[in-house]
Every structure is written in structure tokens, then in C-alpha cells.
């Protein structure tokens, strides 16, 4: 199935960029107009502006490039812009990290596909006799271009994705790019300013209107940056409190596997999902706090040993209210080891009052603790696991839920 998925994808790269060649090929063909001044600055702009793109959640990145991009069009017309988008391609970070080839390949392909077509459609009904810039017609056209530029983009990355990581289209192309149509209508603003004043006061101008937005593009990877950097950490945590119990090591990383396969199986969007599986990565936090001669205690808990381990569900979840991106479900983590039944802690709830994240942790993370050697017993076997998946489903578990861990567990067995 990979394998299939690996070849496919191959294809599809090499169809794009060749498809990529013979646009660009026909627009520097057909528009022999090209401004080495403008090739020259606003190349420059674009590799700065490329380079301190951030990155996206699944694949790809964000940036102020194409407005620069549109910028070029409407000042120089579709072969400046092409050579121009063109450079946007040489992403130093991708060279230095030594991305495969055929990513290269395929932004190069993409990129020239969705400037191209944009460029073309542009000059055809783009108006540059109209004395007045502003124009409303002209503005329309504009727009038109660079919503042309975004889908094309966007589609052809989220098809990428979708092949490699056999995910839903819909899902992919949702999670990584809808949120991005309003700040792509900002690109296009961004573009028709820069143009207006490039043609009524000259280059000069570019300083004041590009290096702003890459300051604040600068600004906006590095948030990111940080957000990444603070979740590394805490899991760094999580990693070194499982290597001190030899029980558990590696089990969050199994339970939001697991987290993930579910969710991907009852069509979750793709931010729900990623949100699912950093809070499986970090559903056990709290035992960072719960005694470890407790937690590798042979036997049997007595009461004392049971009140103990019950703190590490509230321990965590305070821990983990408290970062921004995960605070809205952070309740899951509370939560995980409620029942359907109402005889779960800490708060004792049941049925609906328990959250869809919880209610798939909660499979996941019993799953997981069943065919994992403990303390207290041996591993059960992945059959055996199953039945008592089963045999708590609508007292323990969630019976969709567990009827959907169940699928995917049987499924793996017949493979």
C-alpha cells in the first residue's frame, strides 16, 4: 500500500513540474517583455521572503511571496512575474536540510502551474490602458488572478499531501490552506499597493512597502517556532518520565497513534486530529507527579495506592490548560479515565458528558495498557484485548468509538 502511494505520488510530481516547464515555456515564449529591473528586485524580494516563510502544520509554508509575485505582474507583465516566482523556489533551509529532489521538483512545478495560468488569464483581462489605477474593474481582475494563483496552489500541494500520507483530500486541503483565503485577499492588497506606488514614485518604494510585512512574517515564524519548541519540551518530559518505568515506555506515543488512527477513521478534520494527538502524547503528564515506587508497585493497589494514582488526570490537565493551543480541549486529558458508566475518576461522569477526545483516549490508552506487560500481570494478547474492548463497550467505552478500535485492530490482523 505504501509502496502503491510512494509511486503514485512520484508520478503525480513528475507530471506537475513537467506541466510546470510547458506553461512557464509558453509564457516567456509567447511575452518576450521582460524587465531585468524588475527581475533583479523583486527576486530579491522573493528568496528573503521565502526564506523566512513559516511553515504549515502538515507540509509546505506560508509567506508574503506571492504578493510580491502579483506585484510583478502587474507592474512588468507574466514573464517578469514567472522568473520571479521562479526564485521563490530556492529555499536555502530546504537545501541545507537536503530535502528530496522531487519536493524540489514539485514546488518548482506547482508554483510555475499556478503563476502561470494566473499570468495568463491576468494579461488577457487586465486593462493597462485605464488611466485610473483603481479602477473597479481592474482591482476585480487583480483579485481574480491571485484567487486563480491560490487554488491552483493550494490544490496541487494538498493532492501531494493526500498521496503521501493517504489522508482525505478534503481534510488536508481544509486543515492547511482554507483558514488562509482572507490572508491571501491581504497579499493581493499588499500587491496592488506596492504596484501603485512602484509606478508613481519608483523603486524606492519597495522599502517601505515589502520589508514591513517580511519583519512581520519574521515575527510570525518565530511564534511558531516557539509553540513547537514549548511542545519538544514538555514532551521531552513525558519521554524521560516513561524511561524511568520500563512499563511504560513509549506508551503515549502508542496511545496517540492509536488516538489518531481512530480519529482519522470516524472523518475528524485534520485540526481536531493533530489537536487529538498532542494531547495523547501528554494525557499521562500528570504521573510526573504519582509516586514511581506506586506506579511499579507488584500486585495489586491497595486504597492509598489508588488515591495516588487518581491525582495524575488533574495534575496534567493543569498542566496542560495552561498552553494556549491545547487549552480549549484540554479537558480530555481530565477526562481520559472516565466510563460510559459513570464509575470512572476524577469527576465521575458518564455518557455524553464525556468529550469525543476523551472518549478515544480513553479506548486508546486502555488498549494499549492491555497488551503492554505491567507490574501487576503479563501482556494480554492483541485477541485477547479485542474481546475485552468488547466486553466493555457501553459500560467502560464508548460503543462507536470501540467498535471503530476494534475495526482497525481486526483489520491489522488480517493484513
Known amino acids: 500500500m505504501v509502496k502503491d502511494r510512494t509511486l503514485i505520488l512520484k508520478i503525480y510530481v513528475y507530471l506537475v513540474f513537467t506541466v510546470g516547464v510547458a506553461v512557464s515555456f509558453y509564457v516567456l515564449t509567447t511575452y518576450r517583455d521582460i524587465s531585468l529591473l524588475g527581475v533583479v528586485l523583486f527576486s530579491i524580494l522573493i528568496f528573503a521572503a521565502d526564506n523566512l516563510s513559516a511553515p504549515l502544520p502538515k507540509a509546505g509554508s506560508v509567506s508574503v511571496n506571492f504578493g510580491i509575485s502579483l506585484a510583478s505582474l502587474i507592474i512588468f507583465g507574466p514573464s517578469t512575474a514567472i522568473i ?11 537545501f541545507v536540510k537536503r530535502v528530496p529532489y522531487y519536493k524540489h521538483l514539485f514546488n518548482a512545478g506547482q508554483y510555475l502551474i499556478s503563476m502561470g495560468v494566473a499570468s495568463l488569464v491576468f494579461k488577457i483581462i487586465y486593462n493597462q490602458n485605464v488611466s485610473n489605477f483603481f479602477d473597479t474593474k481592474n482591482i476585480a481582475y487583480i483579485l481574480a488572478a491571485a484567487y486563480i494563483f491560490f487554488f491552483l496552489n493550494t490544490l496541487l500541494t494538498a493532492g501531494a499531501i493526500s ?8 481534510n488536508v486541503w481544509i486543515f492547511n490552506f482554507a483558514w488562509l483565503i482572507p490572508f491571501h485577499l491581504f497579499l493581493a492588497a499588499m500587491a ?71 480519529a482519522r477513521q470516524m472523518k475528524l478534520n485534520e485540526y481536531d486530529i493533530e489537536l487529538l494527538a498532542n494531547l495523547a502524547n501528554l494525557h499521562d503528564l500528570g504521573k510526573i507527579q504519582v509516586d514511581l515506587s506506586v506506579l ?47 464509575k ?45 474492548l468488547n466486553r466493555n463497550s457501553g459500560t467502560q467505552f464508548d460503543p462507536k468509538v470501540c467498535s471503530i478500535m476494534v475495526e482497525l485492530l481486526e483489520g491489522e490482523q488480517a493484513v
Open 84 to 94: 520571479v516566482t521562479f526564485v521563490s523556489i530556492f529555499n536555502i533551509r530546504e
Open 344 to 388: 470512572g475518576y476524577p469527576d465521575g461522569i458518564k455518557g455524553d458528558e464525556i468529550s469525543l477526545y476523551s472518549k478515544i483516549l480513553m479506548v486508546a490508552d486502555s488498549y494499549d495498557a492491555m497488551t503492554t506487560d505491567r507490574p501487576y500481570r503479563l501482556a494480554l494478547t492483541k485477541q485477547e484485548a479485542i474481546d475485552e
Open 192 to 262: 496592488i499597493a506596492i504596484s501603485f506606488l512602484y509606478k508613481q514614485y519608483g523603486e524606492f518604494t519597495l522599502l517601505f512597502t515589502s520589508l514591513p510585512l517580511m519583519i512581520a512574517q519574521y515575527t510570525y515564524l518565530l511564534r511558531v517556532k516557539e509553540r513547537q519548541a514549548l511542545l519538544n519540551s514538555i514532551l521531552q518530559i513525558v519521554k524521560i518520565m516513561e524511561a524511568k518505568d520500563k512499563y511504560t515506555a513509549g506508551h503515549s506515543v502508542r496511545v496517540a497513534e492509536y488516538s489518531e488512527k481512530v
Open 163 to 170: 498521496i503521501n500520507e493517504g489522508i482525505n483530500f478534503a
Open 296 to 342: 511499579n508497585k507488584p500486585g495489586s493497589f491497595n486504597k492509598a495506592d489508588w488515591e495516588e494514582v487518581k491525582k495524575h488526570p488533574l495534575v496534567g490537565y493543569n498542566i496542560v490548560k495552561e498552553i494556549t493551543f491545547l487549552k480549549s480541549e484540554a479537558s480530555a486529558i481530565l477526562h481520559h479515565h472516565e466510563r460510559m458508566d459513570g
